[in-house]
């Protein structure tokens, strides 16, 4: 079992990674509630509802379950979440355990920091990808003309990440959880970085997985420790999220995973990294790593006009003025704005070097 | 021009307020914003949007505006005004002006709380009522089954009352804006309690309403100061307010203000007192002043059940026991849970004395 303790300006809490944590969950609650709710998805419901209740009180229990996927980030089942909240009887001293991914993390967050204007909630990960939005207290729900453009900062009181939920993961979900930590390794530490790449995901071990699962974890506890607001280093998270976002958007969320759109985001900030600071960034070998792991890199349809448009309405833009994250080598992010022709320009190029490869 | 200092745990702000602010707004804005959104109501619109656009830049300034009155605070209208913003393309250096009052304030600042996670905004109250909410960082809009039930806490950078926009208030919402006035003093001062008391609202001078206003706004804002976060003595600044929240939600929002239902509630609360710490509270006095001053206080067709019903999902509520703030004394705020019966029989008594008086 390791534990990352993370702090943030509301409150101190702990993240806590082990196999078999679910079933005693109780153990790692730091108060008593006058009722819980149990938010989780229909997939993870079935797989781990059961075994979740098991491990808390037999009285004033209940659960809320949404559809699986990013579309449940809407503002429709936010409401609803409060009007069941409201019906179970929950109060200010209520808790609401988030049971899933970054979605459910981030739709039953911000449920739990609007609800009577704010309620305990403690985060249990079922994804790897869920390891980035666990740690920063960023909880929000989708616009339809952009991705978690409502929602708050609010951190969990806890994080209870069981490693044993991580072994039903499809190929896909292993694809996009690894996509962060790849990213958590190219702003911080060229041998991670070496590290992951030649982690083949089809062939990884528990330990592996573990091992990389905390690392990613300590990488983003420490920026978001620094800079909690996002007003500093914190952007540096963003590497290949401009563009992710923009194409999550644009394809539809849900048709293209959060971390396959990130990946090739990472792609595309090397190779902008590459032409504007004549950098020698490894997009090659990124590359390959990206097509042995299967993920999905096929650009040949985009409409460059509307990412483009897409990454203008993105949150970190200023002035409508583009920002990109980008490395001056790998562990030495800096932050670029780009204006729209340059922009289109280097689609255009990455296009190019995509096609011809 | 009179100056409050409130300290939130996020940040220090100014309460301004003063004659005529409102036409050199720039001055009281203490950054540059790279675009300004006005939310404001049908109402004041009319009355007040093209003064207040006169004291701002010309460029990169929008409105938008909603439907006068407590149904604004809706899940619907939150959810257009983001759509706006993002229109608009606010992004995190931009601000929101909510000119107006409680209403447009709760519903622009938890707008503003969650735009992107959180952007500036600025209170510009143009009713009585107003001063209360402008303290204390509470933003929220209502769910069909309880008011204020989606929200946050979320201080703005400042806060501009211009007194001159109370002149147009009707006779209706200067009743509202004095039931908290009226709260503020029986919570902290005999002596105000005496002078508001002897108060004829019909009469006022501007000299009264300044002098009021600000003392109303020192009281809570000490309070707050205290507590943000309402585990303690920020309790008693819900005196009338369970059973005035209720009224509200049961006879429908906007029937009742929500200074005419507090007016009831704090009658209410000195009867509870009275019975429950057999105390000497000025109940006839307080019902005669609310009388002269035409608060509708007909109660005669109160479905008891269905009100226990709405206090009981209030959010001071802890596992389903009814909490009121009573007092011992003018002055002594205490907070009690009451059970259901009791609660049916103090609502039945206190209708037998409005009745036979």
């Known amino acids: 079992m390791e534990k990352v303790q993370v702090q943030s300006s509301t409150n101190n809490y702990q993240i806590i990674i082990g196999n078999g944590l679910m079933k005693d969950i109780s153990h790692y609650l730091t108060k008593e509630y006058s009722s819980i709710l149990i938010i989780t998805d229909d997939k993870v419901a079935d797989l781990y509802l059961q075994k979740i209740k098991l491990g808390l009180p037999k009285d004033r229990v209940f659960e809320a379950i949404v559809p699986a996927?990013?579309?449940?980030?809407?503002?429709?089942?936010?409401?609803?979440?409060?009007?069941?909240?409201?019906?179970?009887?929950?109060?200010?001293?209520?808790?609401?355990?988030?049971?899933?991914?970054?979605?459910?993390?981030?739709?039953?967050?911000?449920?739990?920091?609007?609800?009577?204007?704010?309620?305990?909630?403690?985060?249990?990960?079922?994804?790897?990808?869920?390891?980035?939005?666990?740690v920063g207290g960023k909880v929000a729900i989708n616009h339809e003309l952009g991705?978690?453009?409502?929602?708050?900062?609010?951190?969990?009181?806890?994080?209870?990440?069981?490693?044993?939920?991580?072994?039903?993961?499809?190929?896909?979900?292993?694809?996009s959880g690894y996509a962060e930590i790849m990213k958590e390794s190219m702003i911080s530490d060229d041998r991670m970085f070496n590290e992951i790449r030649d982690t083949r995901l089809d062939r990884i071990t528990?330990?592996?997985l573990q091992k990389h699962l905390s690392y990613g974890i300590e990488v983003k506890a420490a920026i978001v420790q620094e800079d909690e607001k996002e007003?500093?280093?914190?952007?540096?998270?963003?590497?290949?999220?401009?563009?992710?976002?923009?194409?999550?958007?644009?394809?539809?969320?849900?048709?293209?995973?959060?971390?396959?759109?990130?990946?090739?985001?990472?792609?595309?900030?090397?190779?902008?990294?590459?032409?504007?600071?004549?950098?020698?960034?490894?997009?090659?070998?990124?590359?390959?790593?990206?097509?042995e792991n299967d993920y999905p890199i096929d650009i040949t349809n985009w409409d460059y006009d509307a990412v483009i448009n897409r990454m203008k309405s993105d949150k970190k833009t200023t002035n409508k003025q583009i920002q990109m994250v980008l490395l001056k080598e790998i562990g030495k992010p800096t932050v670029e704005k780009i204006n729209d022709d340059a922009l289109k320009t280097y689609l255009q190029s990455f296009k190019g070097k995509l096609v011809s490869k």
Chains 1, 2 share one sequence.
């Open 231 to 291: 007003s500093g280093v914190r952007k540096y998270l963003n590497l290949g999220h401009t563009l992710g976002h923009a194409l999550e958007a644009e394809m539809g969320y849900g048709k293209l995973t959060h971390g396959e759109a990130v990946a090739i985001g990472l792609l595309f900030s090397l190779h902008v990294s590459n032409e504007i600071y004549g950098a020698n960034l490894p997009f090659q070998s990124l590359f390959t790593w990206l097509k």
């Open 69 to 134: 996927g990013e579309q449940s980030k809407s503002i429709d089942i936010f409401y609803r979440l409060h009007t069941d909240a409201i019906k179970f009887g929950l109060d200010r001293h209520s808790l609401i355990i988030a049971l899933g991914g970054g979605v459910v993390g981030d739709l039953a967050g911000f449920v739990a920091s609007t609800f009577m204007r704010g309620i305990d909630f403690v985060q249990v990960p079922t994804t790897i990808l869920a390891h980035d939005s666990s």
């Open 206 to 208: 528990n330990h592996q």
């Open 147 to 175: 991705k978690n453009m409502i929602g708050n900062f609010f951190a969990p009181v806890s994080v209870i990440y069981d490693v044993e939920t991580l072994s039903s993961l499809s190929k896909k979900e292993v694809r």
